[in-house]
RNA sequence: GCGUUUGUAGCUCAACGGAUAGAGCAUCUGACUACGGAUCAGAAGGUUGGGGGUUCGAGUCCCUCCAAGCGCACCA
């Protein structure tokens, strides 16, 4: 008996009562608030559907809790139910009725946590996507960690996601680290709008070995040669450093190909005939102010250039016309801005915002050093990548660490701290609680303690209904998770389900001492460790964190 | 000035509008010749930035003020 399987007992008997005339009819919702109550006395789960439903009924919610107690009480597996303050329904189940579930979750394995939510939807989650002028910093990998985990928790709702990179490849950011390299190759100083750093060196050197004369051609030919193939080698190098990360790209996109192939005219062209396009002192605009913008956006320059919503647009379209039903940006806080005129496009192609594109904004992370906030610079290569986040910490504490917070708050990131102090990170927690339960289950073969025997009715200790109902919840977590964009949720439950282990562990032996025989409860025991040890691996794995089963 | 995000324990942060606001770290006191002590038990720590409002009930929703981050281009 889990909460989910209360809230369909609990509407089943609302319309039961309808139907037969008690209660006044009146659509129910698809589930109910059931959730484990903070106070322990209130029993194992709590619900508030009699304070949510009783003005729809006319009643007062103490009278339709004590109708729906006394149908209650009848359910089998329920051992106690009663109204408690304003209206809150508290439920007590039998141990047999509530362990049951240790089993389920064992033989589900992989599946127990997914659901449905999302069946048949296609997604399109583009995160990352930044400038191949440099290796990827800090923040873009906050949005690595946190974009493929919220990919994985989509997936485990039954959503088909593609995760895709939009390379920015055109414009005047390549433009300016095409021509550092090239300063770079000639030994002279970086442009003043350029890009310094030992990075830049390096990959201007790359170059000069493949094409030795790469730095004495014409200017123009010069810096073409340094465009191209720096960009390659950029983007072999940021592939490879997300790889590594433990995050697959399915698509990379080249915005350079929205323009060589049209794309962007005939987005424009789209537009305008739709009738929101219009020309203004040599420019073309897109009259997003109809569709809530602040402004309208200049598309077409007035030197004939495309500015970059330009490319938006077409990416946007290309998108919808791929066949995804649901286009998701996850941008930095430094984009909000674009949000508004991003739906406004939406719009304006006669899309639903909100629904077909969606926009998550993410904080910024903050380097700190000693305490003071420290400035990134690409420029003064004072950036701190990827790479040297993995190399101070490593993918599962980094990703960890990057996934556990909220994306509305900042993150502030101290390198030196992290890669002497790394065991107060959580994640090692929660390993090491997986790890446990690989070691208790060995132990329990060694010593003969086999699965052979369930019975529920035998795990009455408090530190196994806290337990059993903690595992009850991933489900829920992760519904909720996936529908609140919110990957935190469940890095945070699975701290709940290690500390709910470790004290169980603590209290109930799955092996008995030395010279004791084995019992039905040391095998129905097992049962329940194998069952965490597959809830912590469940969660671990969205969060594309490794399951160690040592450490 | 306008927009947006944030403000919760000493620190880092949680909390579908629910009951006595929770974890980790740090501090203090305890627990192994018992399945891994990277653990567990206990203590201490709060006027949820201030003030109004909405309702059976507000950290959460609305208004307002204060403080901080980030934006407000024919840049990308």
Request: hydrophobic residues 40%.
């Amino acid at each position: 008996m889990t909460p989910a399987d209360l809230s369909s007992q609990i509407l089943h008997i609302l319309a039961a009562l309808q139907s037969e005339g008690t209660l006044p009819a009146f659509d129910l919702p698809k589930e109910v608030v059931v959730e484990r109550p903070k106070n322990r006395d209130h029993g194992d789960w709590a619900t508030n559907v009699a304070m949510q439903f009783a003005p729809k009924f006319g009643l007062v919610p103490r009278d339709l809790a004590n109708l729906l107690v006394s149908e209650l009480a009848k359910v089998s597996g329920i051992e106690k139910v009663d109204v408690a303050g304003p209206g809150f329904i508290n439920i007590t189940l039998s141990a047999a009725a509530a362990g049951e579930l240790a089993k389920q979750i064992v033989l589900a394995g992989e599946k127990y946590g997914t659901g449905s939510a999302l069946a048949g939807i296609k997604m399109n989650l583009e995160f990352v996507s930044a400038n191949p002028t440099g290796p990827i910093h800090i923040g873009g990998t906050r949005w690595a960690a946190v974009g493929d985990s919220l990919a994985r928790i989509f997936e485990a709702q039954g959503a088909s996601v593609t995760r895709e990179y939009y390379f920015n490849d055109h414009g005047a950011q390549i433009d300016r680290f095409a021509r550092s390299l090239l300063s770079a190759a000639k030994g002279e100083a970086a442009p003043e709008d350029g890009y310094a750093g030992e990075y830049i060196n390096q990959i201007a050197n790359s170059v000069l070995a493949n094409h030795p004369d790469a730095a004495s051609l014409p200017e123009a030919e010069a810096t073409e040669t340094f465009r191209a193939h720096g960009v390659e080698l950029m983007f072999g190098e940021i592939r490879k450093s997300l790889e590594d990360f433990g995050v697959h790209f399915d698509v990379f996109f080249h915005e350079n190909s929205l323009y060589e192939t049209g794309a962007v005219q005939k987005a424009i062209e789209r537009l305008r005939t739709l009738g929101h396009i219009y020309d203004l002192d040599g420019a073309v605009w897109l009259r997003s102010t109809t569709f809530g913008d602040d402004r309208d956006r200049v598309v077409i320059k007035s030197d004939g250039e495309a500015a970059y919503i330009a490319g938006d647009l077409a990416y946007y379209l290309d998108k919808r016309e791929r066949g995804f039903d649901r286009a998701i940006y996850m941008l930095g806080a430094d984009h909000h801005g674009y949000v508004q005129r991003m739906m406004a496009m939406c719009a304006a192609f006669g899309d639903q915002p909100g629904v077909n594109l969606e926009i998550l904004i993410g904080q910024l992370v903050n380097l700190v050093k000693d305490g003071e906030p420290v400035r990134m610079s690409k420029r003064a290569g004072t950036v701190v990548t990827m790479e040297d986040l993995v190399d101070a910490v490593g993918v599962d504490a980094a990703r960890y660490a990057l996934t556990r917070s909220s994306i509305n708050s900042m993150v502030d990131i101290d390198l030196d701290q992290l890669s002497k102090k790394t065991n107060d990170n959580p994640v090692f927690y929660v390993q090491y609680a997986h790890a446990r339960t690989k070691q208790v289950a060995n132990n329990a073969v060694s010593l003969s303690v086999d699965d052979s025997e369930f019975d529920p009715s035998l795990l009455t200790h408090p530190s196994e209904s806290d337990l059993i109902a903690k595992l009850a919840q991933l489900p829920a977590i992760m519904a909720h998770s996936s529908l609140e964009r919110s990957p935190h949720l469940v890095a945070r439950y699975l701290e709940e389900v290690a500390g709910a282990y470790h004290r169980w562990y603590d209290a109930c032996r799955v092996t008995p001492l030395s010279g004791k025989p084995v019992e039905s409860v040391h095998r129905t025991r097992l049962w329940l460790n194998n069952a965490a040890s597959v809830v912590l691996a469940n969660g671990l794995r969205v969060l594309g964190v490794s399951s160690p089963e040592r450490m």
